[in-house]
């Protein structure tokens, strides 16, 4: 399948899926497979349309996150007080995608566990 057609397919199911409460990243991996769309390119292409989601996210929510650098009066989730907690939330996942990195990849992220 040409990887034009099959980027535009992923990113219609990526698009879809990411503001409804299912996986986008579990549907993304069982699409990608059923097009056989796999290699370097294909963790990619994951990569970018994961960093594009985010990216919404935070324009979503951008007066969220300028409150963060910005303390605000009366805002308990702002300035350096609000940075310091999304460190703390943040912590537990980051040690542990770095101390599973490997498990994760190699049996997490697989179509049939994601099934």
């Known amino acids: 399948m040409d ?3 099959t980027s535009l397919i992923l990113s219609i199911v990526e698009g879809l899926t990411e503001f409804l409460p299912v996986s986008s990243s579990g549907h993304l991996i069982l699409a990608g497979d059923l097009l056989h769309f796999t290699g370097e390119k294909a963790a990619t292409f994951e990569v970018v349309i994961q960093l594009g989601a985010i990216m919404a996210v ?3 929510y951008w007066k969220r996150f300028w ?3 910005r303390p605000q009066p009366y805002v308990r989730f702002a300035g350096a007080r609000g940075l310091w907690l ?3 939330t943040s912590l537990p996942a980051c040690v542990a995608g770095l101390l ?3 498990y994760i990849k190699q049996y997490l992220f697989r179509p049939a566990t994601v099934l």
């Open 86 to 88: 999304l460190f703390l």
């Open 67 to 69: 409150g963060l650098v």
């Open 58 to 60: 935070v324009v979503l």
């Open 100 to 102: 599973l990195h490997s």
């Open 3 to 5: 990887d034009l057609l």
